[in-house]
């Protein structure tokens, strides 16, 4: 397995990209057009979402055609291009393989539908009548899991969308097909794949009623899982390819194995544990302050016990399925810029491969929609109508929604103050932020100072220091839930890390070594001053370097 410590991963959600033909819609020539934004950024592969033919009624994740790109964002031919001019400039593709479930719409399950057993082989099928589902599971999106089909007496399992039917991964003509997809990107020159809920592939043998939850004890992490990754690693060759698997609701050991090189699964893990530390009582749907104490507790559980075990943390904080990190954690009114700067330093110098969601370079905020009538995502659509049910008000509602909903960071990327942020000619598919006249690329790249800029130079100080991308980690001042730090050690190189959490100031203690250390990166001017301790202006970030 190779090493992709000192390498960034920029996250690219073509719907919301560049439209390069005014239908509203973002598409593969469009991210052609800003190949030369994101070489400058410096980043060294490109995680694109789902570009393939799909009903898009979970925004592509929902794949009809593994192997086609949906004529929505352009052609097979487009897609060639971008592989190559992406490679001119030093930046490998990463497909999104969605290999738990198809669309409903895909071949396969049509004919399993017309009554084909082979095919029928391909998803979880049960026997039934319509008045008893197979188990009590829930839905991610919301409702059961199960969906009954009349004309053949059948229930499936979607654990996502009803149109989202699951694989049967215990069927191996199910697992030679999708090495197939793999096979045929691979020979297209795609430099690695991101793989979607792939900790969700392996079901148990029997299913039964969940009476503590929504079922996913069942399904997370299951049975054949690990088994089934090696396998589809080792007979399609992508060893020494970046490959990083989403792990839904999972834990520290798995995430071991599926990341540990020796094991020959992937490359890396995201995992999620930390961005649910605003959900009350585990439900993101009920809003909370963030906890602090448990943000930094689970980065020290995932970056020391990750470190002991030798798996590989992906680091991030924003994607597709996230509202924006500034909004949620920092103070997008007050230190917008400082909170941003400070967000993206505090896990760009930690020990893992870092990812940057489109826009996150430039400090993009929530959406800030009033209306049901502005959301698009089939998830927050779905949940609308859940907390209605549940006695909210609309009000209430839509504030869950604003604070909670997937199209926070869906909203186009804000390219300039032109008119649709220059994302569109053409009405965009999802409303642009309205602040997009005082946050976009185009002011940020011809600014020194900027959020961009900060995001650059955290990009190329991994690439210059062994420390960063190869050192050790340690945390220090556990028991303040205001700061975040830690210590990183490689060779006799080593780095600092201070991270002011939160909107006031904060005095640390300093250890008497420090007095001699530089300022490698900070968010405010001017120098460290170290005497006893260090005061941390609001929502400071400072590394200091031996
Ligand atoms: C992942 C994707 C998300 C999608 C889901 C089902 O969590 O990131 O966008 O809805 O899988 O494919």
Redesign the pocket.
């Known amino acids: 397995m190779a090493d992709f410590s000192s390498k960034v991963v920029y996250q690219i959600y073509p719907k919301s990209f560049m439209d390069s033909n005014g239908d509203g819609l973002g598409d593969l020539r469009g991210i052609i057009r800003k190949l030369d934004y994101l070489r400058d950024l410096g980043v060294d592969y490109l995680w694109l979402?789902p570009v393939f033919v799909s009903p898009q009624n979970?925004?592509g994740?929902?794949v009809a055609d593994y192997c086609s790109i949906d004529p929505r964002f352009g052609t097979m031919e487009d897609m060639e291009e971008l592989i190559r001019e992406g490679e001119k400039r030093g930046l490998g593709l990463m497909l999104d393989m969605?290999f738990?479930?198809t669309s409903t719409e895909h071949e396969w399950f049509q004919k399993a539908l017309a009554g084909d057993e082979k095919y029928q082989n391909y998803y979880i099928f049960k026997e039934g009548t319509p008045d008893k589902l197979p188990t009590n599971w829930q839905s991610?999106f919301g409702g059961p899991a199960w969906e009954y089909v009349p004309s053949l007496g059948k229930w499936y399992l979607h654990l996502?969308d009803v149109t989202?039917a699951d694989l049967n991964w215990d069927n191996p003509e199910v697992r030679d097909e999708l090495k197939k997809v793999i096979f045929f990107w691979k020979d297209k020159g795609v430099k690695g794949f991101r793989f979607?809920?792939v900790n969700l592939i392996s079901k148990p043998a029997v299913f039964e009623d969940d009476y503590e939850g929504d079922g996913r004890r069942f399904y997370s992490d299951g049975p054949h899982v690990h088994e089934y990754l090696k396998e589809l690693t080792r007979d399609t060759g992508i060893e020494d390819m970046i490959t990083v698997g989403?792990m839904?609701s999972t834990t520290l050991d798995n995430c071991i194995r599926y990341s540990a090189p020796q094991e020959k699964e992937m490359s890396m893990c995201f995992s999620f544990h930390h961005l649910k530390v605003d959900y009350k009582d585990g439900d993101k749907w009920r809003l909370m302050e963030p906890d602090r104490m448990a943000l930094k507790k689970l980065f020290e559980k995932w970056q020391t016990g990750m470190q002991e075990g030798h798996g590989w943390n992906a680091l991030f904080w924003c994607?597709?399925?996230q509202p924006r990190v500034v909004s949620r954690l920092g103070d997008e009114s007050k230190y917008w810029k400082e909170s941003a700067e400070m967000l993206a330093a505090s896990i760009h110098l930690m020990r893992g491969t870092p990812y940057i969601y489109q826009g996150e370079e430039i400090g993009m905020t929530n959406a800030h929609y009033t209306s049901i009538s502005q959301y698009r995502d089939v998830?927050s659509l779905n949940y609308y109508k859940i907390l209605l049910d549940q006695g909210k008000t609309e009000e209430e509602a839509l504030a869950v929604l604003a604070a909670r909903s997937?199209d926070n960071s869906r909203t186009p990327m804000q390219w300039s103050g032109e008119e649709n942020a220059g994302f569109s000619e053409g009405r965009p598919w999802l409303e642009v932020t309205s602040n997009y006249k005082e946050i976009n690329a185009q002011a940020q790249t011809e600014d020194g100072e900027s959020v961009y800029s900060f995001y650059k130079r955290l990009v190329s100080l991994r690439k210059e220091k062994n420390v960063i991308s190869k050192g050790s980690i340690e945390f220090l001042e556990k028991e303040n839930e205001d700061v975040l730090a830690y210590r990183r050690a490689y060779e006799d190189e080593e780095l600092i890390v201070l991270n002011n959490l939160t909107g006031k100031e904060v005095t640390v203690p300093a250890e008497s070594a420090w007095a001699g250390y530089h300022k490698l990166l900070g968010n405010y001017d001017g120098g460290a001053e170290i005497k006893e301790g260090i005061t941390l202006r609001p929502f400071e970030t400072i590394a200091l370097e031996k």
Do not use: L, P
């Open positions: 979402t979970d925004n994740y929902d969605v738990n479930h991610k996502f989202q979607d809920v989403e839904s994607n597709h399925d998830e997937r």
